[in-house]
């Protein structure tokens, strides 16, 4: 069993800059492919960024490329996902999750495809 804890969420403006981390405790995650996925106020939970287990194969959604990198760091068990060029239409709930395979290639865009999922951190963004 995967527990995963999101942090490093906030208020900012719209512009700024934000690091969020997810860590993972009952046993490493440095074998799993990690996702970020976000769900706004009256909407669907959507797919933001993953890596797999070895950063060798990354993957972003439309909205977010060339402002957000995923990377990790197997060392700490943790997961980055580094947001710059924040806009208001970026403010969500941002939940990290892991899939349950082990060493996989893939990086997964579906949410049934993440077993482990943690509880999320709220990033809020003003105009």
């Known amino acids: 069993q995967v527990q995963l804890v999101e942090s490093g969420g906030g208020l900012l403006q719209a512009g700024g800059s934000l690091r969020l981390s997810c860590a993972a405790s009952g046993r490493t995650f440095s074998d799993n492919t990690v996702g970020w996925f976000r769900q706004a106020p009256g909407k669907e939970r959507e797919f933001v960024a993953g890596i797999n287990w070895n950063g060798a194969n990354i993957v972003y959604a439309d909205s977010v490329k060339g402002r957000f990198t995923v990377s990790r760091d197997n060392a700490k068990n943790t997961v980055y996902l580094k947001m710059n060029s924040l806009k208001p239409e970026d403010t969500a709930v941002y939940y990290c999750?892991?899939?349950?395979?082990?060493?996989?290639?893939?990086?997964?865009?579906?949410?049934?495809?993440?077993?482990?999922w943690g509880q999320g951190t709220q990033v809020t963004v003003s105009s």
């Open positions: 999750a892991a899939d349950s395979s082990l060493f996989g290639a893939n990086v997964g865009v579906l949410l049934a495809e993440y077993e482990y």
